[in-house]
Every structure is written in structure tokens, then in C-alpha cells.
């Protein structure tokens, strides 16, 4: 059990507002992760960290901005929420990239 | 690029029937697989992982799945299946010093009594 946790695990929102989601974890993984997950498209990755301050794209980036500020919180903002970011919000981590990932228990989004 | 394929989207079976579920990959060097389960209303959890040595590898609850490099396969079985079960599972790829996992699209799996 990695202990990554959530929050909120519930919010619901209206377009064009800021929406932040927090993922904790309780280890020192240097690797974190925040992925959405829709119907037919599987597990896509939004952003990732590979230590405090060090942050880059994943494959469906646009509309999120991502702040790890220390090595226990990776935070996920959508400046403007639109309907399209609807969707579970899962959080990992890890302590090597190439190895096993850790979930979250996921937050479920809905912008309406 | 690596890429991963789960070829069925959804496996329905009957309970203690065999099932296998079908992950191919596309790498042109070496690389790590991984099967994760994730149930009903939950995150995902490791099933099992091929890092290294034997190609065939055992995971949790009676899962084990065979690393074949020559078709590019890592596909997962269960010989008798349960109720419990019923789960949706990814398949995910990593090579040797890559940033991060990639994913299968996902197959859920279905057993029915």
C-alpha cells in the first residue's frame, strides 16, 4: 500500500471555474503522477513529476497545470473547467519510472 | 514509440471457465510489463510484473501471464475463474529508462454464474 490519498473524491463544478484536485502520498516516491480516465479511452496521463519542481506533459496536457511544491503533494489545477474534463482523476506514484505504479482511490469530476 | 494493445475490450465467461486476456506491445528495445486490476469504484491495483528472468510470471489471485518477445505478447490467464473476479484490466509497458507507464485501452472482464 503506497498511501496516496485523494481530495476531494466528489466535486462537482461549473464551467469556467478554477478547480484544484490534491493527491498526498505518505512516502518519499520521487515519481508522481495524475492520469484521466473516460470511457473507451483507458488510463490517459495528464502531467507527471519526477521530483519537487520538476514537472512535464503527458499525452492530454492542454487546460491543466500541475505544482509539486514538496515531495509528499502533487497538486492538479484546471484554470477553466470545461464540460469535456469530466471524467475520474487518478493519482500515482512511484519509486522509479520504470517501475510499479501506486494508485489513488481517484476523483470523480463533473463540470457542468 | 511504445505502444500497448489490449485486443478484446470486454471477456465474458463462466464462472471456473479458463480465460485469457490479450496484451501485445510494440518496443524496439527491452521492456518492462505490467498487468494492474481495477475493481468497481476503485484505483488501480498491481496484478503482476515482468521485469526480468522467468517469462512466466504469477501474480496475485491465481493470475499468472507469459512474456513472449518474439510476438511482442504478454498475455494474462486465470485457469478457473471467480465472481470476484469481474474487474476491469490494463496492461502497461515501460522501457528502460522511460518517464512513465504506458496503457492499454483496458478489457473488462465478465463472469457469469
Known amino acids: 500500500d503506497a498511501g496516496i490519498t485523494q481530495s476531494p473524491r466528489h466535486k462537482v463544478t461549473e464551467t469556467g471555474t478554477p478547480v484544484t484536485l490534491r493527491c498526498h502520498q505518505t512516502?518519499?516516491?520521487?515519481?508522481m503522477y495524475w492520469y484521466r480516465q473516460d470511457p473507451g479511452h483507458g488510463l490517459r496521463l495528464i502531467h507527471y513529476s519526477y521530483g519537487v519542481k520538476d514537472t512535464d506533459k503527458g499525452e492530454v496536457s492542454d487546460g491543466y497545470s500541475v505544482s509539486r511544491s514538496k515531495t509528499e503533494d502533487f497538486l492538479l489545477t484546471l484554470e477553466s473547467a470545461t464540460s469535456s474534463q469530466t471524467s475520474v482523476y487518478f493519482c500515482a506514484n512511484g519509486r522509479d519510472s520504470w517501475d510499479t505504479q501506486y494508485f489513488g482511490p481517484g476523483t470523480r469530476l463533473t463540470v457542468l | 514509440a511504445q505502444s500497448v494493445t489490449q485486443l478484446d475490450s470486454q471477456v465474458p465467461v463462466f464462472e471456473e471457465a479458463p480465460v485469457e486476456l490479450r496484451c501485445n506491445y510494440s518496443s524496439s528495445v527491452s521492456v518492462y510489463l505490467f498487468w494492474y486490476v481495477q475493481y468497481p469504484n476503485q484505483g488501480l491495483q498491481l496484478l503482476l510484473k515482468?521485469?526480468?528472468?522467468?517469462?512466466l510470471v504469477k501474480g496475485i489471485n491465481g493470475f499468472e501471464a507469459e512474456f513472449n518477445k518474439s510476438q511482442t505478447s504478454f498475455h494474462l490467464r486465470k485457469p478457473s475463474v471467480h465472481i470476484s473476479d469481474t474487474a476491469e484490466y490494463f496492461c502497461a509497458v515501460s522501457e528502460g529508462g522511460a518517464q512513465k507507464l504506458v496503457f492499454g485501452q483496458g478489457t473488462r472482464l465478465t463472469i457469469n454464474p
Open positions: 515482468y521485469l526480468s528472468g522467468s517469462t
Open positions: 512516502e518519499n516516491h520521487r515519481y
